[in-house]
């Protein structure tokens, strides 16, 4: 079995920001098309991937079952996808 892989996922839309310039990723996966489009160089040798999944309504666009069913899909989704990443990285 091959070692432990660093994976970064990359969104735009997430309010908490960090800087990772001397820390070395196998992956960067981009969930939203944002940083795809306006973060196309990234130091380092990680292998791009990108699957985007829909952002959810920011507070007070909707009301908040309607925010909270479209977080728990979005997580649903997000969960369904790593669990193939994990099988089969990178395809």
């Given at each position: ?48 991937i990108h ?41």
């Amino acid at each position: 079995m091959a070692g432990k892989k660093k994976v970064m996922i990359l969104c735009t839309g997430n309010s908490a920001r960090s800087q990772f310039i001397s820390q070395r990723f196998d992956y960067a996966i981009t969930v939203c098309d944002n940083p795809k489009e306006s973060c196309p160089v990234f130091p380092g040798n990680a292998a791009r991937i990108h699957q985007s999944f829909d952002d959810p309504p920011p507070p007070g666009v909707s009301d908040d079952e309607f925010r909270l069913a479209v977080f728990r899909r979005v997580r649903d989704e997000i969960r369904q996808w790593m669990k193939g990443f994990i099988k089969a990285p990178g395809e």
